[in-house]
Structures are given as C-alpha cells and as structure tokens.
C-alpha cells in the first residue's frame, strides 16, 4: 500500500554530519505525520524525531539541537533528517515511517484507511 525508501547513509567521522531522506509512495490519501526512529546494536528501536502537518517537531532528547527534522514543501511525500555534530552513540540503523491515509478503490466508491508505513532501514555508522 505505502512503501517508504530511505537514501543517505553511511560513515562518518565523530562531529560530522549527514542528512537522511525518506521517499514515500503508494495508494497514499494523506500523511499525518512523518518520523524518524533508530535501533543501536543490541537496542531497542527508539524514537529520533517526528514532524506533524502542523508542522509540529519532536525531537528525542539526546539529539535535540543536533538534529532537524523536515518535509520537503515542494513534494509532501518526501522528508529529511539533517544530523549535525554525529557521535559515537548516533550508529544505528535509521528507518523512516508515517502515519498514512491510504486510498482503496471499491464498488460504489473509495475506502480511506490508517496505515503505518515503515522504511526497510538505513545503517548510519559514526566512526573515527
């Protein structure tokens, strides 16, 4: 219904930065809101930063004022991760996700549901 495809990971060394991209695209009706989350080996996955239509931001707390989430206003199926100042502790895997409305064509009409889509995942390794 929805895939979503992150793009832009990689090495870095320790107070360098990189930017991560997140494509959606589907049977997409709208997108709530937009995320990012990453799982550190032996971790669990947490949250790293959201974006709303509002636009409202949420950042985790070990990232704020390195990290910045956004859309592109030009392509709304489409939105970053710009990480500044990269530490050691920021290697993870990244994965992209949102919160869709999905169009499904039926008889007699069109059927909106919810849907959370999530990207296959994209390793950011911060090393010197």
């Known amino acids: 219904q929805v895939q979503l495809v992150e793009s832009g990971g990689g090495l870095v060394q320790p107070g360098g930065s990189l930017t991560l991209s997140c494509a959606a695209s589907?049977?997409?009706?709208?997108?709530?809101?937009m995320g990012w989350y990453r799982q550190a080996p032996g971790k669990e996955r947490e949250l790293v930063a959201t974006?709303?239509?509002?636009?409202?931001?949420?950042y985790a707390e070990s990232v704020k004022g390195r990290f910045t989430i956004s859309r592109d206003n030009a392509n709304n199926t489409v939105w970053y991760l710009q990480m500044n100042g990269l530490k050691f502790e920021d290697t993870a895997v990244y994965y992209c996700?949102?919160?869709?409305?999905?169009?499904?064509?039926?008889?007699?009409?069109?059927?909106?549901?919810?849907?959370?889509?999530w990207g296959q995942g994209i390793l950011v390794t911060v090393s010197s």
């Open positions: 996700n949102a919160a869709t409305l999905v169009s499904t064509p039926q008889p007699g009409g069109t059927r909106i549901t919810g849907f959370d889509a």
């Open positions: 589907g049977s997409i009706f709208a997108i709530n809101a």
């Open positions: 974006i709303t239509r509002g636009p409202t931001t949420n």
